[in-house]
């Protein structure tokens, strides 16, 4: 019987998918499309924090493999956002269209044992003390839980009954899949001159993706895009339309500012576009989705073998306000982008580059974009150190933490008695002496921190789930 149904195979649902297979949990993926993976798909950046989660799943640098790193992001004009100076084995970002993530993770899901049914489009949701039963226009399906990870239109948030409250922010934006006569200068593009601008980035394989926009000519989503229109805009913005020629394709759409007010109603849960959608300035989008699967799939697993029900509570403590600050940055960066008036565009460039020249700024900047700044608010009386994100330290015997996280474990720093949890924690001496004991979640944040043994099963209890006996069955 399935145990966990998650509705959308984009990014942030695959990752979910694959995190619950690889911890015994079986869990089918229903997605509403055929099995064909797109390749209009709007995302083409990977942030520095993603790709920690990627690692700990080995699949960080066969990603890379298929993109581009960049160690800096220009937001416009002259200013620069520097990630080499990020505290991360990736102090980076990787362009490559979200088709290469969505395939990645496909993969893993299928091989850890996800079931994957398509033309599976949801059409009803109830849900009741044991469990949620979904129905499709193919068929009914039942399990514990339900994960809405269907997009910006979900089905489950509105089965559920959740607002989305926002609005657009741009409307009309115009995507076309082009070939260009004169390759850009830098391989991720993007400016904005008040009343246009534009983005351009390549695929990788002969074609280049070009966002752009004209406050000139806000159209209606359906309305006809001919490629001159496309190149106009490009030209305002970027100063060239780098011989733009044979579209593949034209469209528009626009881009909305919107959270849901909460992330679970009883036995559901949204991630992803379903929970929250954003502007697209920063490439954060598709990253902040794949940190709520990331945070969300372990949970459940371990609500699965008898954690308390607190635990599932502490997604939405700990996703909503990432998603509303979000939010909150990328539209900053938009509104600051399209600043109409020429002076105003020199004082921006004047300003930007003078507040990242201060390091406390810059480093908060690169933190807040790339996701390595995010930290979760610890409990009352916690260690300092719970909630904040785990660095990638070398462990006794030459391993990294975030190698020692394959296979969806918590793990332990220190010298300590797991007895009962050894299926799911992994004891990893640190290189070096200490005394105190550090439990990483699988998501590479950290769930206790101290020296007490009672403390830590309290603990272990409380985020893995009840030990097991010597039979193999959790104790009660």
Do not use: C
Not at 26 to 53: C, K, M, P, W, Y
Not at 98 to 110: C, D, G, I, P
Not at 322 to 344: D, E, Q
Not at 414 to 436: F, H, K, N, Y
């Amino acid at each position: 019987m399935t145990e966990v149904i998650v509705v959308g195979a984009g990014p942030t649902g695959l990752l979910l998918a694959g995190d619950l297979a690889e911890a015994g949990v079986a869990v089918t993926v229903l997605e509403r499309r055929d099995g064909e993976i797109s390749n209009l798909s709007r995302a083409f950046v990977v942030h520095a924090r993603t790709l920690e989660q990627l690692d700990a799943r080995g699949l960080a640098e066969a990603l890379t493999d298929t993109g581009t790193v960049l160690d800096g992001l220009r937001l416009f004009g002259r200013v620069r956002v520097d990630l080499s100076m990020l505290p991360s084995r990736f102090p980076h970002l990787v362009v490559t269209p979200q088709y290469n993530v969505e395939r990645l993770l496909l993969e893993r899901a299928l091989q850890a044992g996800a079931e994957v049914v398509h033309n599976a489009e949801v059409v009803g949701l109830s849900q009741d003390g044991t469990g949620v039963t979904v129905t499709t226009d193919g068929g009914t399906y039942r399990a514990a839980y339900v994960v809405g990870a269907d997009g910006l239109h979900s089905a489950v948030r509105r089965l559920v009954g959740l607002p989305f409250p926002g609005r657009s922010v741009l409307r009309s934006i115009m995507l076309a899949d082009v070939k260009v006569a004169r390759e850009p200068d830098q391989v991720l593009t993007a400016d904005a001159v008040g009343d246009a601008f534009a983005f351009i980035a390549p695929f990788g394989d002969g074609y280049h993706r070009v966002f752009a926009w004209d406050r000139r000519r806000i159209l209606p989503d359906d309305a006809p895009l001919a490629l001159d229109e496309v190149r106009e805009a490009t030209r305002r913005a970027l100063g060239d339309d780098f011989g733009m020629h044979d579209p593949r394709w034209l469209s528009r759409f626009h881009s909305d500012e919107r959270q849901a007010p909460r992330y679970r109603v009883g036995r559901v849960f949204l991630a992803g576009d379903a929970a929250h959608v954003h502007s697209p300035a920063g490439g954060m989008g598709m990253n902040t989705g794949l940190q709520d699967a990331a945070n969300l799939g372990w949970k459940l697993a371990a609500a699965l073998r008898g954690a308390p029900d607190a635990l599932l509570d502490g997604y939405q403590d700990e996703r909503h306000p990432v998603g509303r600050s979000v939010l909150h940055t990328s539209g900053a960066i938009v509104r600051v982008a399209l600043v109409r008036s020429s002076v105003g565009r020199v004082l921006r460039g004047l300003l930007g580059q003078g507040a990242l020249a201060v390091p406390a700024i810059r480093a908060r900047a690169a933190g807040r974009i790339s996701g390595v700044g995010f930290a979760y608010r610890a409990p009352a009386g916690a260690h300092r150190l719970v909630g904040t994100r785990a660095p990638d330290v070398r462990l006794a015997g030459g391993v990294r933490l975030y190698e020692a996280l394959r296979g969806g474990r918590f793990v332990l720093v220190g010298d300590a008695d797991v007895t009962g949890w050894e299926d799911r924690v992994r004891v990893a001496g640190p290189a070096g002496p200490g005394g105190l004991a550090v439990l990483v979640r699988p998501d590479g944040h950290v769930g206790w921190a101290g020296t007490d043994a009672a403390g830590l099963r309290r603990a272990l209890t409380a985020l893995a789930g009840a030990p097991m006996s010597r039979s193999g069955v959790p104790h009660a």
